[in-house]
């Protein structure tokens, strides 16, 4: 007797069935794999690290073009939110309104200048300026360390600061709107930069220069004028 007589056509057919069905039961695992199904991606999982590096208080209200606004009594406070802080790293000066002069939503309320390059950030209020943060202007390379404290830049007194809210985030909003930053700088990194976003490390203070060193200045405008930032 044979080998192939050993087995009934009954008992090929149960054999090959079992084979085809643990082949499927292999290769399905198999293929979420190398697709990515069921696991972040290497994106995801870095855009989650760097929101990290990027906070904001529940106390502010951010524009898309990373002025932020706290009201004062009443007053508001305007400055630059924590990532434009980090993107553009430390300041040679900061370019500030004359106290009453007219400042609204979508246009220049003040500048930024690093390296011999100017950046216009947009106004989150309509109103005029009261008073000027005359600190900043005399030391802006420190500016970064606090941005929602003494890095205040400009108090407005608002013509109706409740609508200007509509067009500001805060709280859940506004996280989720630096999660969306986040990712889209997530996919620029270095591997450098990479590696220190998985370990959940600090990131170097300017990273549009490290991530472009030649053209650094038009990321950094392409995240500021996300808000308006027109000459006035």
Same mark, same amino acid.
């Given at each position: 007797?044979?080998?192939?007589?050993?087995?009934?056509?009954?008992?090929?057919?149960?054999?090959?069935?079992?084979?085809?069905?643990?082949?499927?039961?292999?290769?399905?695992?198999?293929?979420?794999?190398?697709? +990515?199904?069921?696991?972040?991606?290497?994106?995801?999982?870095?855009?989650?690290?760097?929101?990290?590096?990027?906070?904001? =208080?529940?106390?502010?209200?951010?524009?898309?073009?990373?002025?932020?606004?706290?009201?004062?009594?009443?007053?508001?406070?305007?400055?630059?939110?924590?990532?434009?802080?980090?993107?553009?790293?430390?300041?040679?000066?900061?370019?500030? =309104?004359?106290?009453?002069?007219?400042?609204?939503? +979508?246009?220049?309320?003040?500048?930024?200048?690093?390296?011999?390059?100017?950046? =216009?950030?947009?106004? $989150?209020?309509?109103?005029?300026?009261?008073?000027?943060?005359?600190?900043?202007?005399?030391?802006?390379?420190?500016?970064?360390?606090?941005?929602?404290?003494?890095?205040?830049?400009?108090?407005?007194?608002?013509?109706?600061?409740?609508?200007?809210?509509?067009?500001?985030?805060?709280?859940?909003?506004?996280?989720?709107?630096?999660?969306?930053?986040?990712?889209?700088?997530?996919?620029?990194?270095? $591997?450098?930069?990479?590696?220190?976003?998985?370990?959940?490390?600090? =990131?170097?203070?300017?990273?549009?220069?490290?991530?472009?060193?030649?053209?650094?200045?038009?990321?950094?405008?392409?995240?500021?004028?996300?808000?308006?930032?027109?000459?006035?």
């Amino acid at each position: 007797m044979n080998e192939h007589e050993l087995l009934s056509p009954h008992a090929t057919k149960a054999l090959e069935y079992g084979l085809a069905v643990g082949y499927l039961l292999l290769f399905v695992p198999f293929w979420r794999y190398v697709s +990515g199904v069921g696991r972040p991606s290497r994106v995801a999982a870095r855009a989650r690290a760097l929101f990290g590096w990027f906070q904001v =208080p529940d106390t502010v209200w951010l524009h898309p073009g990373h002025a932020w606004a706290r009201a004062e009594g009443n007053r508001v406070a305007v400055g630059m939110d924590d990532f434009a802080h980090k993107l553009v790293g430390p300041l040679d000066a900061v370019f500030l =309104p004359r106290v009453g002069e007219r400042v609204s939503p +979508g246009r220049r309320i003040f500048s930024l200048a690093a390296d011999g390059k100017t950046f =216009p950030v947009a106004s $989150p209020v309509d109103g005029v300026v009261s008073s000027v943060n005359e600190a900043a202007r005399a030391h802006p390379g420190g500016l970064g360390r606090d941005p929602y404290g003494a890095g205040w830049l400009v108090r407005v007194m608002a013509y109706d600061f409740p609508r200007d809210l509509k067009s500001l985030l805060s709280g859940e909003a506004a996280c989720h709107f630096l999660e969306t930053i986040a990712e889209r700088l997530s996919s620029r990194l270095t $591997p450098e930069l990479g590696a220190l976003a998985q370990d959940g490390g600090t =990131p170097v203070h300017g990273i549009a220069r490290d991530l472009d060193p030649e053209c650094w200045d038009e990321l950094v405008r392409s995240f500021l004028e996300m808000g308006g930032g027109r000459e006035s």
